[in-house]
């Protein structure tokens, strides 16, 4: 449901603040020891274990290690829609999904290299890792509420000094309509992953990211392009950033050698304020949005990304559902033009249903 940006920023009792913080130190993976980066600009060695290089490994889902894994089959004939849909404000639904551990693996970026990258919080499947594989994940255990999203989402790890800085509960990720048309968009293929935003970026690229929706939050302070020096310390203020990834699909790849390649960012219209899928990419799928917080308020001078300074922040996303059920979420909710939780149901239409039961699972 819509939330002020004071809401967005609130968050638990300062008793859940700290058993996050025991809960981030006894997590899986290694914990970074170097200083926060304090320079002006990204440099090389703040993000050491993850250059964003094209991999040359071959893997589960690449055995030739190309770096491209062909969509079967591919969706060919598409042309992107420019049709203005009856007005909906809201065409979304939730993914909630809580933390599952920590590890310096990046099963995109480093398909089978265990510990090469730095360290990542990872969400939803609870057994992603390294050699993770679309074959390995579907069907697997999640801590997303619906138990078909066996999807592997994950972020850089963030910390406060050495302290490992874990976000507490079930964290909101957003599927969306991208496009102006939300009655064209259709559900995530099967094994499809990419990488949103880049840890090498800097200040000046991550605010002009496409993605960027109101950067490092905490209590009043918004749009900061890096994490603040200080937040308010209540037990009510956490740590907040939103991001958006690109929802329009070539048709033809489930991923690129810069896992970027294969996705883009709607287009306006020519001479309208309405978004539409670029022809080279031309088919609408759901936006992904982060909407991460972290327990951390206070003295912020130490805090930062595994990546380095809060302007590397990016994350990565391999899709697992079972498809049955993203195509009801998605027909029901993004499609119908709705305001939907993570059981496809919208409160403020309530004669609408919901797509899924009281379990989370299809009826």
Request: charged share 15%.
């Amino acid at each position: 449901m819509p939330v002020s940006k004071r809401a967005r920023s609130r968050g638990l009792p300062a008793l859940l603040v700290s058993t996050a913080l025991l809960v981030g130190a006894l997590s899986v993976g290694t914990v970074a020891t170097a200083a926060p980066d304090t320079g002006a600009s990204t440099t090389a060695s703040s993000h050491a274990g993850h250059n964003m290089a094209p991999s040359t490994k071959a893997s589960g889902d690449d055995p030739d290690g190309d770096g491209y894994i062909p969509a079967v089959p591919q969706v060919t004939g598409v042309t992107p829609s420019d049709k203005t849909p009856p007005r909906a404000y809201f065409h979304e639904f939730q993914a909630n999904c809580a933390p599952t551990h920590t590890a310096p693996d990046d099963p995109i970026v480093y398909p089978g290299q265990f510990g090469k990258s730095h360290d990542h919080t990872f969400m939803g499947n609870t057994s992603t890792n390294a050699a993770s594989t679309t074959a390995s994940l579907y069907g697997g255990n999640t801590t997303c509420k619906a138990p078909a999203d066996a999807s592997a989402y994950w972020m850089p790890s963030l910390y406060n000094g050495d302290q490992k800085i874990l976000p507490v509960g079930p964290q909101t990720i957003y599927y969306k309509s991208g496009v102006t048309d939300y009655t064209s968009v259709r559900p995530f293929p099967k094994g499809l992953r990419f990488v949103v935003g880049n840890p090498m970026q800097s200040a000046e690229e991550f605010r002009a990211h496409k993605g960027f929706v109101e950067g490092w939050e905490c209590g009043d302070s918004f749009f900061n392009t890096d994490i603040p020096a200080t937040c308010p310390q209540r037990p009510d203020v956490q740590l907040n950033l939103r991001m958006q990834a690109p929802s329009c699909w070539d048709g033809k790849y489930l991923d690129t050698p810069d896992h970027k390649s294969h996705m883009a960012y709607p287009v306006v219209k020519p001479g309208t304020n309405d978004n539409m899928c670029p022809a080279t990419h031309p088919v609408a799928l759901p936006m992904i949005e982060f909407k991460m917080a972290w327990p951390v308020n206070g003295d912020m001078s130490e805090v930062r990304l595994a990546s380095g300074r809060g302007y590397s922040f990016h994350y990565d996303f391999f899709n697992a559902w079972e498809e049955r059920t993203l195509k009801a979420l998605v027909d029901h909710c993004v499609v119908g033009g709705l305001q939907c939780n993570a059981r496809g149901y919208d409160e403020t239409q309530p004669q609408k249903g919901a797509a899924l039961n009281a379990d989370y699972r299809l009826p």
